[in-house]
T-cell receptor
């Protein structure tokens, strides 16, 4: 079945460490997105990529980095510069707006905690 | 600028009651998409419905129905005869056809259905 796989489900980070969250999709979607969710809040966009080897900052990109070397993969690195990284991270992908099945598919998320 | 407002932070009902979740949006674009997602305690976002700006027909899917009114920029979601399994956080979201295709989320409404 097509979908998005995020790993790990839970991740613990020590102060000063960089950690990388994995996101893989087999939907053949060009566009991929990373969102952050804090308790009791909506989702905020971190980074997005509309095509391989290209990505753009979202609303809260500071302290994060991404790469898009393959269409299927869009990993997110939470760097030590991100001062408050504890949150729930969701990856999504989407086809083109004109597609009959246009609509975002989300992964199951990674819960990151700073220890 | 685009914006989605879900004014109801939390709603609590007793099973079998009907409940309506409100969503008001702002956009300057004439072509856009509106979505509703359900987020159960597991965290994954479950797609419920997509509606494009040219289709104002109301939609019914089982116990779920949606009322889209461009005149008031609203896209409200009603659950009829609510069940305990409907307990979740519900998000309304907006995407414009042109540009990045990113989703703008409301803050979410937490629905608790008590037995």
């Amino acid at each position: 079945d097509g979908g998005i796989t995020q790993s790990p489900k839970y991740l613990f980070r020590k102060e000063g460490q960089n950690v990388t969250l994995s996101c893989e999709q087999n939907l053949n979607h060009d566009a991929m997105y990373w969102y952050r969710q804090d308790p009791g809040q909506g989702l905020r966009l971190i980074y997005y990529s509309q095509i391989v080897n290209d990505f753009q900052k979202g609303d809260i990109a500071e302290g994060y980095s991404v790469s898009r070397e393959k269409k299927e993969s869009f990993p997110l690195t939470v760097t030590s510069a991100q001062k408050n990284p504890t949150a729930f991270y969701l990856c999504a992908s989407n086809g083109p707006p004109g597609d009959a099945n246009y609509g975002y598919t989300f992964g199951s998320g990674t819960r990151l905690t700073v220890v | 600028a685009q914006k989605v407002t879900q004014a109801q932070t939390e709603i609590s009902v007793v099973e079998k009651e009907d409940v309506t979740l409100d969503c008001v949006y702002e956009t300057r674009d004439t072509t856009y998409y509106l979505f509703w997602y359900k987020q159960p305690p597991s965290g994954e976002l479950v797609f419920l419905i997509r509606r494009n700006s040219f289709d104002e027909q109301n939609e019914i899917s089982g116990r779920y129905s949606w009322n889209f009114q461009k005149s008031t920029s609203s896209f409200n979601f009603t659950i009829t005869a609510s069940q305990v399994v409907d307990s979740a956080v519900y998000f309304c979201a907006l995407s414009e056809e042109r540009g990045t295709g990113k989703l703008i989320f409301g803050q979410g409404t937490t629905l608790q259905v008590k037995p």
